[in-house]
């Protein structure tokens, strides 16, 4: 099982990004995967979850609102989509499928917000 993020980068308050992190190694269309976030000197969050069976996302209530979770599938991938960034996302964002904690991390992606 292996993980690839990217899509991270330097970005000013309020700007956008989106993440992707391709899956490998199980079929990946049958597995709720999430989205998690390590920010410097914290232990790392989950953020977001989406569903497998209908693509639905659930977020925490520091994200709720700006951030939109998807997938596809066909291409064993998940999209984080960040809006309204704050200085407070900072962090290496992650993925994974959810409730799998042996699964080894992949490298992450790295999101500075920054003026």
């Known amino acids: 099982v292996q993980y690839a993020e990217s899509g991270g980068g330097l970005v000013h308050p309020g700007g956008s990004l989106r993440l992707s992190c391709t899956a490998s190694?199980?079929?990946?269309?049958?597995?709720?995967m999430s989205w998690y976030r390590q920010a410097p000197g914290k232990e790392r969050e989950l953020i977001a979850t989406?569903?497998?069976?209908?693509?639905?996302?659930r977020y925490i209530d520091a994200v709720r609102g700006r951030f939109a979770g998807s997938r596809d599938d066909a291409r064993s991938t998940l999209y984080l989509q960040m809006n309204s960034l704050r200085p407070e996302d900072t962090a290496d964002y992650y993925c994974?499928?959810?409730?799998?904690?042996?699964?080894?991390w992949g490298q992450g992606t790295q999101v500075t917000v920054s003026s």
């Open positions: 989406t569903m497998d069976r209908d693509g639905t996302t």
């Open positions: 190694g199980f079929r990946f269309a049958g597995y709720i």
């Open positions: 994974r499928r959810t409730f799998y904690d042996n699964d080894r």
